[in-house]
């Protein structure tokens, strides 16, 4: 870090409906931290970044970020002594075991392995899926029970990669990791090296499916629900015949309405989970 004394904020403001959208805001700008206060049918979220980048840098990663949902603004930025946040931060990431054979681990826990889990490194940082919000973790599971070994998987909306270093590990002969966010880059590659894999995965900084002309067995995509419905037709047009998708990112209570765009797509819902307020769906072409 450049300077070790204080953390960056961004305050956020909304209307108290979309509390759930503060939290997936906070992990996709790379926040470290947030406290969420609810006022009437106000809501605002203060959420914390690390100072080896300047505050107009976090600030230009949120606004793009915020341009989808309407009533949410930026209403004031400022600096925070550092001191009693380093132990929290460490503390914040214990490892999480995920379904029935994977754990998800920051770096500083590689001795905590739990015997018979493998091992997904994440430095949590400055992308989306740390693997501790509801919807990564509803994505791993689905991952673990229906990726086929050497299955090749294309993972839109990568993030952190954690989707996509799940998938290589669990026996994916192959993954095409997309995002739109140049910045995913660098967390990508540090993430890679992490979970010492040396093969198999290709990123690239793309839109969606746009461009990608391939086919594959497998489409995994943790985002939300509008950008998951533009999405659906495409997703059929580059997988392979008996292929599935696994989605996540969606609220309960947008279970019924994303169900009804699948259909208009032409999938069928394989399995649903849920986990706290949030559903994901592993679906096929063909009714099963």
Not at 77 to 95: D, I, N, R, S, V
Request: proline share 4%.
């Amino acid at each position: 870090m450049k300077d070790e004394s204080y953390w960056w904020y961004i305050i956020l403001q909304a209307k108290a409906d979309l509390e759930e959208v503060f939290y997936y805001l906070a992990q996709a700008s790379g926040s470290i931290g947030s406290e969420i206060s609810i006022d009437q049918d106000d809501i605002r979220a203060k959420l914390y970044y690390r100072s080896d980048k300047g505050i107009d840098e976090w600030v230009e990663r949120v606004l793009p970020l915020i341009e989808g949902f309407k009533g949410i603004s930026v209403c004031g930025t400022g600096k925070e002594e550092w001191q009693p946040w380093l132990k929290w931060h460490k503390e914040a990431f214990p490892p999480l075991e995920v379904g029935k054979r994977l754990v998800v681990l920051a770096p500083w826990h590689k001795d905590e392995v739990p015997s018979g889990r493998i091992p997904i490194y994440i430095e949590p940082g400055s992308a989306f899926g740390t693997g501790y919000h509801a919807s990564t973790q509803i994505a791993l599971e689905l991952l673990e029970r229906h990726l086929k070994p050497e299955s090749r998987v294309l993972d839109v909306g990568t993030g952190s990669g954690i989707l996509a270093i799940a998938a290589l590990k669990l026996g994916a002969s192959s993954v095409v990791a997309r995002d739109l966010d140049p910045a995913v880059a660098e967390e990508v590659r540090k993430n890679v090296m992490l979970n010492d894999i040396t093969s198999g995965l290709k990123l690239e900084i793309a839109d969606g499916t746009k461009g990608f002309d391939d086919t594959v067995d497998l489409v995994i995509a943790n985002i939300l629900y509008e950008p998951l419905v533009s999405m659906l037709d495409s997703f059929k047009r580059v997988l392979d015949e008996d292929g599935l998708i696994i989605l996540s990112g969606l609220l309960f209570k947008e279970r019924d309405p994303f169900v009804s765009e699948m259909g208009r797509s032409g999938f069928y819902a394989v399995e649903e989970l849920v986990k706290e307020d949030w559903w994901g769906v592993v679906a096929s072409c063909k009714a099963r």
